[in-house]
């Protein structure tokens, strides 16, 4: 800030209070007010985001609302109520520690960003591919390793294989970064600002292609793929993604664009990345392609991608297995109990029955492995979920809410999984509703609401 003096001093605390931005009392003996910005200042963040819940609210001391407290809003919350449970940057920042407005110059407090995009490899880093691949080999392949029998693990990974669907489901949280826009008062700080409004202009989605291709790939091992097809699985589950996030973003009137970094673990093309041309199609210098307009993604590697399918049509080919796969082995292993055993598994499953908030693949295989007792209703449940992800997806997408006309058509090509079985022996335990377990996401009411409504 112009208005302060330079801190020279080297005691303890100096490196901290430049990081913070934070005044030095020494060097500026007069009391000091932050600059209240006329205009907007550009700067870059990241947030939470959930692919169940949306963008969460993080810090400590925040302000927590209902969603903190419950997955379902209570009465009265209306649509808009909804929206804007889902946007952490919507209050002006306030100091739970202190009675004062922030951000204040002698305090932490406020709206962190950073001036440069696209940061890398530092507490700062803007790309998410670590933790999605962590969660989902910790969700996933994990789980496959260790606690499911061969045929299972052979099931299981031709599921996951073929369905963005599901792998987006079960990479949980990551963090998203976003251009935005500060106002009101804001205070410079090493690497960026601490500002009293905040407001995402444009998302990005930051991931390495080669490093979520060994997802694939471990995938693909199960189950005899090649390279080609688990190049073919993963261009799906990106561009799943993008449609996803673009969705959500374009709910909040916002941008999005997702960008990939091909150039590290690139076991095809790393003379080819090395050329002049490919060099220059980065964005903001910051090495990534933008993954729906980048010459060497929608040749090459869609290239690649394009060719099996065609291949897996030619030679007739159907790799999507039922989503009813799910709760076969269950069914097969509940089918050989005598009646003492099934009496034990039925007592089980009233106490073994998952809150929603831990339907997922390793929370109902690891609590089947202690509890026997419940795993089929938590395994019918998790095929409700699924089912009820991919209406609302096809919600955001492109608005298709018409809750009869996604159930009686064949969208099997977008979900990488078939799901007539399932329906012809489906039975209720929670809803297909999305609103049922994604109601921060859900804004729009759907054709099966309605018809619930109506009975």
């Not at 208005?3 to 490196?15: A, K, Y």
């Not at 990241?46 to 969603?67: D, L, P, Y």
């Not at 261009?235 to 590290?264: P, R």
Request: charged letters at 25%.
């Amino acid at each position: 800030m112009d208005n302060v003096n330079l801190c020279n001093c080297s005691d303890q605390n100096s490196r901290k209070r430049h990081h913070h931005g934070i005044i030095c009392t020494t060097c500026n003996p007069a009391l000091i007010e932050p600059l209240f910005v006329p205009e907007e200042i550009k700067a870059y963040r990241t947030w939470n985001f959930s692919v169940e819940s949306g963008f969460i609210a993080r810090g400590n001391g925040r302000i927590q609302s209902w969603n903190d407290f419950n997955s379902s809003p209570p009465p009265g919350v209306i649509a808009g109520d909804l929206h804007s449970a889902s946007q952490p940057w919507q209050p002006p920042a306030i100091c739970v520690y202190n009675n004062h407005i922030a951000p204040d110059p002698y305090c932490s407090c406020g709206y962190y960003s950073v001036k440069n995009f696209g940061v890398i490899g530092s507490h700062f880093s803007h790309d998410s591919t670590k933790e999605i691949v962590s969660r989902f080999s910790t969700n996933v392949i994990y789980t496959l390793q260790n606690k499911l029998s061969k045929k299972q693990q052979i099931s299981f990974a031709n599921l996951f294989f073929h369905s963005p669907l599901l792998k987006t489901l079960e990479i949980d949280n990551f963090k998203i970064l976003s251009e935005v826009s500060l106002t009101g008062k804001v205070i410079e700080c090493e690497k960026g600002y601490r500002s009293e409004k905040i407001q995402p202009r444009k998302f990005y989605l930051l991931v390495n292609f080669f490093d979520l291709n060994v997802l694939s790939e471990e995938l693909g091992s199960y189950i005899n793929k090649d390279p080609a097809e688990a190049i073919n699985s993963t261009i799906v589950w990106i561009d799943f993604l993008n449609k996803y996030l673009k969705g959500i973003a374009n709910n909040l009137g916002c941008d999005f664009e997702l960008l990939v970094k091909v150039n590290k673990n690139n076991p095809i093309d790393s003379e080819i990345m090395s050329r002049a041309e490919y060099s220059r199609r980065t964005v903001n210098d910051s090495g990534y392609l933008s993954f729906e307009h980048d010459l060497y993604i929608n040749q090459r590697l869609r290239g690649i991608a394009d060719t099996v399918l065609i291949s897996n049509k030619i030679l007739k080919k159907q790799p999507f297995s039922d989503l009813e796969e799910i709760t076969h082995f269950e069914k097969e292993y509940i089918k050989d109990l005598d009646p003492v055993q099934m009496h034990k598994y039925g007592i089980g499953k009233t106490f073994r029955t998952l809150p929603k908030t831990d339907i997922n693949f390793s929370r109902i295989l690891r609590q089947k492995r202690y509890h026997q007792g419940g795993a089929l209703d938590n395994f019918q449940r998790y095929q409700e979920k699924i089912l009820a992800f991919g209406i609302l997806y096809l919600n955001l997408i492109n608005n298709k809410n018409n809750y009869k006309e996604i159930i009686n058509s064949d969208f099997s090509e977008i979900f990488g999984f078939r799901y007539k079985l399932f329906l012809d022996n489906y039975q209720s335990k929670e809803s297909l509703d999305p609103q049922k377990w994604f109601p921060l996401l859900n804004h729009k009411k759907t054709d099966y609401q309605r018809l619930q409504e109506k009975g």
